[in-house]
């Protein structure tokens, strides 16, 4: 059962628009959401990180929003590079007792020049 | 400030050899995560450990699979009599101790791609 869903495997967009990576989640138990990059042959990279406490964050480019209410998070690009071309990895994690995350399947974004 | 450290990088074995990947956490993070990614699929948690504990280990298959992480040296995910199924890209993260707080951040290392002949 999968309780991180990532429902759309990939995603293309014109350099310089909005990018929107979206992630559903099941269970009420997670505290926080993160959002992880990965290149290929390469381990994920840390991105943005929410609290389920709050309902937006933003760092520079990337900017993650939170509805509780409809269990879901979205990362927000913009503006989009070339180099943002990577599969993206929305997990959360645990609220209380064990730190590991669960991640979603990943969606594949190629921003074209 | 090196970052987490994987070896090997690709690991190739036969049915029923036995795999040993190892893991250095950054430099003063104290956990350490194991994670395994299948193809076309998201990480999928297997243990998490601190200094010579097994905080959680829901997530390791019950056999052939064990996990360390020794006083001193990395930490090492050991793998007995691998199978097919076993071939997958085996990822570990590291996390600081935080006074007063638990860190919201893993940093994962480049992974280990283990293929099994």
């Known amino acids: 059962d999968q309780q991180v869903k990532q429902n759309s495997p990939s995603l293309s967009v014109q350099e310089g628009r909005i990018s929107i990576l979206n992630c559903d989640y099941t269970?009420?138990?997670?505290?926080?959401f993160l959002w992880y990059k990965k290149y290929p042959a390469e381990g994920p990279t840390f991105l943005i990180s929410?609290?389920?406490?709050?309902d937006k964050n933003e760092d520079g480019r990337f900017t993650v929003f939170l509805n509780k209410s409809a269990k879901h998070l979205s990362l927000h690009i913009v503006p989009s590079q070339p180099g943002d071309s990577a599969v993206y990895f929305c997990?959360?994690?645990?609220?209380?007792?064990?730190?590991?995350?669960?991640f979603g399947k990943g969606t594949k974004l190629t921003v074209n020049p | 400030n090196a970052g987490v450290m994987q070896n090997p990088r690709h690991l190739v074995r036969r049915r029923g050899q036995e795999a040993r990947l190892r893991c250095s956490p950054m430099?003063?993070?104290?956990?350490v995560y194991w994670y395994r990614q299948l193809p076309e699929e998201g990480l999928k948690f297997m243990v998490y450990?601190?200094?010579?504990?097994?905080?959680?280990e829901s997530g390791m298959p019950k056999e052939r699979f064990s996990a360390e992480f020794p006083k001193e040296g990395p930490s090492i995910l050991r793998i007995q009599q691998v199978v097919r199924g076993d071939s997958a890209a085996y990822f570990c993260?590291?996390?600081?101790?935080?006074?007063?707080?638990?860190?919201?951040?893993?940093?994962f290392g480049p992974g280990t791609r283990l293929t099994v002949l």
């Open positions: 450990l601190q200094k010579e504990n097994i905080i959680d």
């Open positions: 993260a590291s996390s600081p101790l935080l006074a007063g707080a638990r860190s919201n951040r893993q940093f």
């Open positions: 929410i609290s389920s406490i709050k």
């Open positions: 430099k003063g993070h104290s956990h």
């Open positions: 269970n009420s138990m997670f505290d926080y």
């Open positions: 997990a959360a994690r645990y609220k209380g007792g064990s730190e590991k995350l669960v």
